[in-house]
Structures are given as structure tokens and as C-alpha cells.
């Protein structure tokens, strides 16, 4: 679905890298002839980190996890609207000059599709706030901190809450445009290349090993789907 997505707003395949394990490069270069399959370690926390490992400081890196189908926005009566071709790499464009200008280093959108809520938002928030995954903005910068591969044996499942307060912690900000979100799949079932399906246990490990190991920007809450972390919205502008 994303490489739907990556046609429909006309992103150059000639500067898109798909980042899969070994076992199934030859697949997606079979199916994808005209981008970059590269090798990639499994897992997303793996992944983040090899990442940042591999592009020279200052490259700007728009990172599209798989299943990413729409980009949205609230028109001008509150309601969700898909952006336009034309509205996309401007957009995208806008936020990266923000963030050179004002040296923050991971960007992105409303972490849900719920107009009601993202309509109560500040268009532009700089506080720490949680920038997920699935469609997110980064500068890179080689010698940032990694990630935490485990936590209590359990391999790590919020790394895009980890990599929200690191950033946070380097930068003093992380950009996040609210009135625009993304549709995409999280954790689906069968999936061998990311996350896949998350127990409690390891919800558990992972939520408590953040909070643990920053409690200065985190807290341990519940809710329906199990334990989350909530950040602590520290503000420096």
C-alpha cells in the first residue's frame, strides 16, 4: 500500500530506499524493479537505528513504514479531507525548512484520525509530544542516541516513544503538524518484518523500560488496548 501511496503523490523512486530483511529482498526487488531494495535488519527499533547509521549528518529522510494508505487534513469546516497531489511535497518541504531553521530533528503528524480532537489542537506544537512512526520526518544526525533494542527480554515495541523523547532530550522540540494525519495499519497480523502482533507482556516490558529509564518525560498509563506511556509535555519555546 505504500508504494501506492509513494505513486499517487509523486514521490521519485530514484530517491526512495526500501529497507526489508534479507530473506525477502529478492521478492520485493522482483515486485518493486524500480526502487532500491536494500537489506535491512528485522525489526523497526533495528531498523530506526541502521538507519541513522547509514545517511550523512543533515540528510533529510521522510521515513513511510508499510501499509501506509492515505494523507489527511481538515478542510475549513473541521472535517478530514485527503491532501492533494499538489499539497503533499510542499507540505513536507514547509516542515523540513522549519526544522532546519529552528534545529529540530524528527518531525511528523497527528498520531489518530479523529478530527474532533485534532480540531482542538494547535495547528503546530513544539512540546514533547509522541511522533509515531508510520509517516515521520527526520534529519538525520549519525551520533545520535540509539534506541534500546530490549527491554526485561521482551524486544522493544514503542520505539517511535523512545525516539520522541530522545529527540526531545537532544533538540529541546520535536515538530508536530496537528491538523494532518494518516491512515495506516499498526502491528497487523502475520506481519514478519516489523513489530507484528504485540503481547501484553511485551507491551508491559516495553512501556515500563521507557518510563524507567526516563521518568522525567514519561509515565506508565492504561487504557483499552492495554499499557501505554503518556509523555510529560515539557515546553521550551
Known amino acids: 500500500k505504500t508504494a501506492k501511496f509513494i505513486d499517487h503523490y509523486k514521490l521519485s523512486k530514484f530517491m526512495v530506499d526500501v529497507f526489508v530483511p ?76 522549519q526544522m532546519r531553521e529552528e534545529n529540530i530533528h524528527l518531525g511528523g503528524f497527528y498520531p489518530c484520525r479523529n478530527n474532533g480532537w485534532m480540531s482542538k489542537a494547535k495547528p503546530i506544537s513544539k512540546n ?23 527491554f526485561d527480554g521482551h524486544e522493544h515495541s514503542k520505539q517511535d516513544v523512545e525516539n520522541s523523547i530522545l529527540h526531545f532530550i537532544q533538540d529541546g522540540a520535536v515538530l508536530r503538524y496537528n491538523h494532518y494525519c494518516f491512515k495506516s495499519k499498526y502491528a497487523p497480523k502475520g506481519d514478519t518484518t516489523g513489530v507484528g502482533e504485540r503481547s501484553q507482556d511485551r507491551e508491559m516490558a516495553s512501556a515500563k523500560g521507557i518510563v524507567e529509564k526516563y521518568p ?22
Not at 531494495?37 to 513504514?65: A, C, R, W
Open 216 to 237: 522525567a518525560y514519561a509515565y506508565l498509563r492504561h487504557n483499552k488496548k492495554g499499557p501505554q506511556v503518556g509523555l510529560r509535555r515539557k515546553l521550551k519555546y
Open 128 to 150: 514533547l509530544t509522541f511522533i509515531i512512526d508510520p509517516v515521520s520526518l527526520h534529519i538525520n544526525k549519525r551520533d545520535a542516541p540509539r534506541l534500546t533494542l530490549r
Open 22 to 97: 534479507e530473506n525477502q529482498v529478492g521478492g520485493y526487488q522482483q515486485a518493486f524493479p524500480d526502487y532500491d531494495v536494500l537489506v535491512g535488519p528485522q525489526g523497526y527499533t533495528e531498523t530506526f537505528n541502521h538507519i541513522y547509521s547509514k545517511y550523512n549528518d543533515g540528510t533529510n529522510l521522510l521515513m513511510l513504514h508499510d501499509d501506509v494508505e492515505k494523507f489527511q487534513t481538515l478542510d475549513e469546516n473541521g472535517r478530514l479531507r485527503d491532501v492533494e497531489v499538489d499539497e503533499f511535497l510542499p507540505l513536507i518541504k514547509k516542515m523540513f525548512h
